[in-house]
T-cell receptor, first 119, second 116 residues
Framework: AQTVTQSQPEMSVQEAETVTLSCTYD???????LFWYKQPPSRQMILVIR??????QNATENRFSVNFQKAAKSFSLKISDSQLGDAAMYFC????????????????FGTGTLLAVQP | DTGVSQDPRHKITKRGQNVTFRCDPI?????LYWYRQTLGQGPEFLTY????????KSRLLSDRFSAERPKGSFSTLEIQRTEQGDSAMYLC??????????????FGQGTRLTVV
């Protein structure tokens, strides 16, 4: 079975600074997706960034980028130029492939990292 | 369509009562997932539907839980004889799976259940 581990329950960053959230996972599969989701207080979870395991290039989305180390089974999220609106719970998640037919495609989440942004 | 919506947002119930939650997915999405999130934990998979068919249930889903998705549109999750351990946030997510694969999952705001 796949597992996802986030070892940082809480992190804090100054506005405009850079912060890195850590995630490790365990799987015997060779092809899968990894995600970072953001859950603001009392608001819905939204996708921040997605990485496909067969792609060696790290995904980037504006101020958000990942460091995907497949051999080490590590998937960290870097937030540059942190903004007050980045304050939220961040979840790392794993999803198996294939993504068609009868595959469940359920997400397996870590326990989350609560990010505080200090003005 | 404004996304996945869940109703109610909050529910307080007495132990032993039955409760029902509703999820309206994004209209063109054929996959619908239910997750449960307890304090300090990430969401855990409960069950999912493809159209109206319930294709998988987690062992977390005891006999007191039942989910339906009539006509492949909205879904309901019912908990019978609630217990204090059922207190959690219940999240619904939807996605579209087709010949191009599965899209990302879009989540609702969740229903927070408190059993007293």
């Amino acid at each position: 079975a796949q597992t996802v581990t986030q070892s940082q329950p809480e992190m804090s960053v100054q506005e405009a600074e850079t912060v890195t959230l850590s995630c490790t996972y365990d799987t015997s599969e060779s092809d899968y997706y990894l995600f970072w989701y953001k859950q603001p207080p009392s608001r819905q979870m939204i996708l921040v960034i997605r990485q496909e395991a067969y792609k060696q290039q790290n995904a980037t989305e504006n101020r958000f980028s990942v460091n995907f180390q497949k051999a080490a089974k590590s998937f960290s999220l870097k937030i540059s130029d942190s903004q007050l609106g980045d304050a939220a719970m961040y979840f790392c998640a794993y999803r198996s492939r294939p993504d068609y037919g009868g595959a469940t495609n359920k997400l397996i989440f870590g326990t989350g990292t609560l990010l505080a942004v200090q003005p | 369509d404004t996304g996945v919506s869940q109703d109610p947002r909050h529910k307080i119930t007495k132990r032993g009562q039955n409760v029902t939650f509703r999820c309206d997915p994004i209209s063109e999405h054929n996959r619908l997932y239910w997750y449960r999130q307890t304090l300090g934990q990430g969401p855990e998979f409960l069950t999912y539907f493809q159209n109206e068919a319930q294709l998988e249930k987690s062992r977390l889903l005891s006999d007191r839980f039942s989910a339906e998705r009539p006509k492949g549109s909205f879904s309901t999750l019912e908990i019978q004889r609630t217990e204090q351990g059922d207190s959690a946030m219940y999240l619904c997510a939807s996605s579209l799976i087709g010949y191009k694969g599965n899209t990302e999952a879009f989540f609702g705001q969740g229903t927070r259940l408190t059993v007293v």
